[in-house]
């Protein structure tokens, strides 16, 4: 069984920070990539930042310049570092871990139940 705790989530002003977490624990035998999505109400999942396991980085284009994703292989942890929020990045943000199993050589996909970001004045 693996598990994803996320924290860091809240309500922050325009322009502002918040670093959201995700601590992956469970039977998972290799990590090959670990990010985050978000969905905001009415619109579908998106990617927002992906870091593999060799510190390989992709993010949206939205949030390039502003939001950094890092790992620590040896916690299984990834962060999202978020710098001058607006509005519109407003969402339920998801971590999620793509590895193998324990004893498995099928790739899986695992969702964190998400956090809330909330951008307002």
């Known amino acids: 069984q693996v598990q994803l705790v996320e924290s860091g989530g809240g309500l922050v002003q325009p322009g502002g920070s918040l670093t959201l977490s995700c601590v992956a624990s469970g039977s998972i035998a290799h990590t090959v990539a670990m990010g985050w999505y978000r969905q905001a109400p009415g619109n579908e999942r998106e990617m927002v930042a992906i870091?593999?396991?060799?510190?390989?980085?992709n993010y949206a284009d939205s949030v390039k310049g502003r939001f950094t994703v890092s790992r620590d292989n040896d916690k299984n942890t990834v962060l999202l570092q978020m710098n001058s929020l607006k509005p519109e990045d407003t969402a339920v943000y998801y971590c999620?871990?793509?590895?193998?199993?324990?004893?498995?050589?099928?790739?899986?996909?695992?969702w964190g139940q998400g956090t809330q970001v909330t951008v307002s004045s």
């Open positions: 870091v593999t396991s060799g510190h390989s980085t």
């Open positions: 999620k871990v793509r590895g193998y199993p324990q004893y498995s050589g099928t790739l899986a996909d695992y």
